[in-house]
């Protein structure tokens, strides 16, 4: 379980930074093309999707890692018991919240799939929209990965988790 875990995040990794190059490269071609006088008006379109993409992917990547910023000014006052308890609530509020967002996405993907994207005929918006639900259900599982690491940790070792 834990190899098809490790699997999943690296290829999460090599699918974030190709949406981030992939954009750069677009809003390059896109911006040569204006200097050229031949807007491609896609490029800014395909760019915007595959940001969304981008930046769920990547908020994973940073929860994953214990990289998004955090504001412990009043936790790290409290005792290892009342910063283990905090944490705990911590995940579940998330748990609950991101629980939604993976309800919330699909339904929004559901229905925005007659829709086309940027008025691209054959493209469905709901490659966008499949985004949320999709970031959202893989930082539900780092969370409940971190809530277990918790959880199995030592009582007083609440830190060591985040």
Not at 23 to 48: E, H, Y
Not at 93 to 105: E, H, K, P, R
């Amino acid at each position: 379980m834990r190899k098809a875990y490790e699997s999943l995040c690296r290829v999460e990794a090599i699918f974030a930074a190709l949406c981030l190059m992939l954009m750069v490269v677009l809003i390059f071609a896109g911006g040569l093309a204006r200097l050229a006088s031949q807007p491609l008006n896609w490029t800014t379109d395909l760019a915007t999707c595959l940001f969304a993409w981008a930046c769920f992917l990547c908020a994973d990547i940073a929860w994953r890692r214990g990289d998004l910023m955090s504001i412990n000014l009043a936790t790290e006052r409290l005792s290892p018991a009342g910063q283990r308890l905090v944490m705990q609530l911590n995940y579940a509020i998330l748990t609950a919240f991101l629980g939604y967002l993976i309800y919330a996405g699909i339904r929004l993907s559901w229905i925005s799939r007659a829709r086309s994207f940027q008025g691209i005929a054959e493209v469905s918006y709901s490659w966008v929209t499949a985004s949320l639900p999709t970031g959202a259900a893989l930082l539900l599982l780092t969370t409940l990965l971190k809530w277990h690491a918790l959880v199995r940790s030592p009582a007083d070792d609440a830190t060591s988790v985040k």
